[in-house]
């Protein structure tokens, strides 16, 4: 089995958004091993930089050496180099151990702190852009390498050409993140081949876009060292940046930093989600004659959010597509757990999670009045609404219901109540929704309540 590894040569931003903390993320979230060699550090913040010490040059270069020899590089990247002799050694360096280098030519942070020496500016384009694979630049440090000003797509297309004809990367990308437009397009030029391609994903519209180049280059690095071809590892590489742009994290009172470790949680999650799904599925199985009894006309759905970070919308809550249907008096799932199948089930416990972000689980299933009453003698929080009092224009609004009805349920009662109910409308059939944490929670809660009432009815 072969690890693939990537190496950062980038500086350390201490507030962990940019720089090597990025790139360390980005190589493992895309299941690549990550090695550093450190070329400065940087006391800095989500407001700005507030100090620079550069490393040694000889210790840059003997950190390379270290890994490449030892460990072995599959790819690698350059973050911030400061200063022309910091370059020279980078150069040296990666031509000795001839991996593919992906350069992003850091010129200023986000806060518009210099993170390069303006002396140095030659040497970047004179030594190590042209060592590079690919080279990524935002449209102002495609302004600096091109020597025109970069501002719409066109001058990007024009700038990718200059850039890589005169400074000889294979592939430079004009990064779209500081153009204009509902997306953010990317112009990526082959110079091999004089041909352009494009990347296009809808503008986030956030200010936390604090190492997005950094987590950017870093993910094609990524690529490239697990063998991908170049053009994949862009693809890959747009793909977790607008992942992490998404779920970019609030912190600090500037430019909050990227989450390139979204791409990973978000699998994990998912897979969480399905699993306790799963599991409390078993359980409805396992008493499909005691739940068959109460699925109502409009059948059942029992759902399960993503954690509350990345519950977003309908799509983040996983339930059963063709809902839970009663056949031959059972209960029984039509199919398994999918994400993005309910509306219904989904719109409750996405309501309940703005009051409650642990409230994650919900099932519906039929009124009746014993199920009240049992809960009530069980201890549980129960709560109602009444969908005759819905303001028209509520109703007016498509998927507007239920979201209302929560609110006034959760309100009536000041907290996320285990069960909500409604005793219907015009065409609406009453229902009872069962809420809690987690699947099994929900599920066993009903569970309690219906053998409280098989248990009365016997005696
Ligand atoms: C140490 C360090 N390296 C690089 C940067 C640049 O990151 P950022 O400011 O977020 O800009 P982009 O990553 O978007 O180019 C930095 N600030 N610190
Ligand atoms: C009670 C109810 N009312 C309309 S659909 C439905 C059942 C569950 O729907 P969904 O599958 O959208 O959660």
Known sequence: MRIPRALTIAGLDSGGGAGITADLKTFHALGVYGMVALTAVTAQNTLGVRAVQEIDPSIVETQINAVAEDIGVDAAKTGMLSSSP??????????????????????????GDPLIRPEAMETLKRVIIPIAKVVT???PEASHLAGFRVETLDDARR???VIAEELHPEIV?????????NESIDIVYFRDTGEYRELRAPRIDTKNTHGTGCSFSAAIAAGLARGLSPW??????????TTAIKYSLPLGHGH?????????????????????MNKALSMIEENADLIGKYIPEVQSNLGYALP??????????????????????????????????????????????????EVRSAMNIKYDDRIIEAAKELGYVISSYDRRQEPPEVKAREGASIPWGTEQAIKSVGRVPDIIYHLGDWGKEPEIVVLGKSP??????????LRRIDEKSRF
């Open 86 to 111: 910091i370059m020279e050694a980078v150069a040296r360096a990666v031509k000795r151990w001839g991996f593919p280098l992906v350069v992003d030519p850091v010129m200023y942070a986000k806060s």
């Open 137 to 139: 630049p935002n449209a």
């Open 159 to 161: 700038a990718a050409k």
């Open 173 to 181: 990308i004009v990064k779209g993140g500081h153009l204009t437009g």
């Open 232 to 241: 994949d590892a862009i693809k890959l590489a747009k793909e977790l940046i």
């Open 256 to 276: 909050g930093p990227v989450n390139p470790m979204a791409w990973l949680e978000l699998r994990a999650y998912r897979a969480d989600v399905i699993d306790e």
């Open 308 to 357: 509350a970070f990345y519950a977003r919308d309908l799509n983040d809550v996983a339930a059963i597509p063709g809902r839970i249907v009663r056949y031959m008096g059972k209960a029984k799932p039509s199919g398994p757990p999918t994400f993005g199948v309910s509306s219904h089930v989904a719109s409750y416990i996405l309501t309940a999670m703005k009051y409650d972000s």
């Open 440 to 449: 099994v929670e929900v599920v066993s809660k009903l569970l309690a309540v």
